[in-house]
Structures are given as structure tokens and as C-alpha cells.
């Protein structure tokens, strides 16, 4: 069936082109070198993020890897120390390609837990300020929130605050990956600043959601982020102009959190639509943010099969390892296109080889 129809994109909530009132901000942004620093464009996105996250300073940074990389390094006594990690934590993960240990020289300590909250038993017992001859030296520990492996679940506020207290007793900085930090402000009902309170390091990224084509923010102590400038310019991540990304960045810090939530209902929209299709598909209940993920490995079709068939009928999604498909909400996504997305994966699954009643292990994995 060949047609004109434009795709209903849900690979990544990234994906989003700026809006006329970005380029009108860039337009009209006042620029300078930021690698002088005297970009005032690129001063006001810092000071505004600094005071939106309650913290002392705050630094743009390119993008949100180097935001967690650069957060890692500018912890303070590092080299050789462990990170400890969630293990389904990003900073651990693939996409972040080793940074934590190739860039920053840390070790990695991951520590399990469900829906992306590390077992605090295990917490409590690998944090350790000093180190010994059987184990290193713990140089930070970090949280994910909302936590993208774990189908954006959310970390509670009894998390964190627990997280925290381990982490200050011992004096160790804790870093939180907030990547899509506003998705976690909306589910929790709180402030950007209250959930940005549980980290002494807190990242956000202005392109989830938020609608920047570009950056990411680190928020912090002063000290921490006079060190985060030397460690973005080691780097390359010391930008000229980017003042005119800034101006994009000041228009998507604006976004409503009532926005967001907007893209969540649609999520939960989307869940609850695919459930009445095909019960196994997910669990409607954990999808609590923009994020979901399907599982179709009783379908017959993997993840790659999936994906092709469902971009037949102008529906993209993006394979997560052999099984799993990842859809996310955004502000190109409407209702409407919700509704047409979940009738056209029904049209791809009454087409899989087994039905959703038969339950065939189709590939000999049960
Ligand atoms: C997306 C993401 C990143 C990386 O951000 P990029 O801007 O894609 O480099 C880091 N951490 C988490 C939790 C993410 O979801």
C-alpha cells in the first residue's frame, strides 16, 4: 500500500524540529564566544537553569553524553574509584560506550534493583568513601531519573531521599542523570528543583520532550561546575556562537510541565490501546511517563520484523535488542495520531504468524 501519509514518529521523543518561536529567538539572540565565555545568550540559559534547578551554577554542554561525562569528572577525587550505578543506569549502559571508564577512569559498580532503583542493602554496603585492598574507593554514586532502560519508571521521592542520606553520610557526591528530569517532576507531582534536590550533580537534557534541537544542562555547586567548565573544554564540547542554540534552549525551558503531562496521558493512551490489541504486548501499569516499551516475542515476529512492518504502515518504532519494541510521546504526536498508530499496529499483529491466544514461543525461547 503505497501513500503519502507522514510517518507518526515514535523512535524518540528527540526528534522534534524547533518551533518558529526558536528561530525568532535565535533571531533576535545577542551573541558572544562562549569559549571566551561572553556569549550573554549562553550566560542567561545557565543562570535561568541554575535558578529552575536550585543550584549554585549551571553550564550548557553540547549534548547529554558528555553532560553525564562531564559530570562524572567533575565530581572531584576520581581516577580509580567506582561508580556506582543502577546496572541498567545509561551511564553504564552501551550508548554511553565506556565513557565512565575509558574517559573518566572510574570502575564500574553496578547494583541491581527493580524498576530502576538500586537494592539499598547493596547500596549501603558497597559505599565506601576510603577503600581497601579488596576494593576501590567509592568516587560517586548515581541515580537515573526518570530511568530509560526501565521503561521510563520513576524513582520515588523515598528513593532518592534514602539514596542521599547514604550518600551524605558518607560524603560521597551523588550525581543524578536527569535526562528527562520534567518527565520525572510530572509523575511525582513535584518542582524541577524538588526532584533536582537529590543530586549534588544534576543533568537535564533540552531536547527529551522539551523540543532544543540541541544541549544539555549540568547543574551544580559552583565549584563543581568551574570544574565541569575545564573538564567540557578538555572535551571539545567549548562551543563559539552557541548563543543561537542557547535562544532555543531558553524558548524549550518554558515548555509547560502541564505540556508534558500532555505527552504522558498520551503514553498511557497508546498502552491502554495496544493492551486491548494484544494483552502480552505490555503492562498498561508501567508505563507512567512518555516511554514504553513492547514485548513481541510471543508474536512470532522479532523486534527488527516488527519494526519494518509497522514502517510499512508509517509507523516508526525503534528495536530494543532482539524482542522489544520502544515508543515515545512528544509534542508531534497528537491524539489523534495515537488512535491511528494503535489501529495500525493492529493490522501488523492480526498479520504475525501466531496469534495473541495460541502463545507460541515462536523463535524456541519461552
Ligand atoms: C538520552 C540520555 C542520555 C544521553 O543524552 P544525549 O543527549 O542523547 O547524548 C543520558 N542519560 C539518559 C538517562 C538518557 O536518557
Known sequence: M??????????????TLPTPEMYQ???????????WRDDPTVLELERTTATLLGKEAALFLPSGTMADLVALMAAGRRHGGELIAHDGAWVLGGASHGGYATI?????R?????????????LEEAIDPIGHHRAPFTAIVAIENTHTAENGAVLSIEHMSAVKAMAEKKGVTLFLDGARLPHAAVALGTTLADVASYGDLVTLSLCKALGAPAG??????????????LYRKLLGGAMRQSGLLAACALVALRTPLSTIETYHARAARLAEGLGRIDPQFADPEL????LLTLDVRHTGLDAAQWVKALAAEDVLVAPMGRF???????????DEDIDEAIARFAIVRSRCPSTATEQLAGFGVA
Open 2 to 15: 503505497l501513500s503519502n501519509r507522514k510517518p507518526i514518529d515514535l523512535r524518540t521523543d528527540t526528534a
Open 25 to 35: 529567538a535565535m533571531a533576535a539572540a545577542p551573541l558572544g564566544d562562549d569559549g
Open 104 to 108: 573518566a577512569g572510574l570502575a564500574a
Open 110 to 122: 553496578p547494583i541491581p534493583g527493580p524498576r530502576g532503583a538500586m537494592d539499598l542493602e547493596m
Open 216 to 229: 544539555s544542562m549540568l547543574a551544580g555547586s559552583a565549584e563543581m561546575i568551574e570544574r565541569a567548565l
Open 287 to 290: 508505563t507512567v511517563t512518555n
Open 324 to 334: 522489544k519494541l520502544r515508543l515515545l510521546t512528544h509534542s508531534e504526536v497528537l
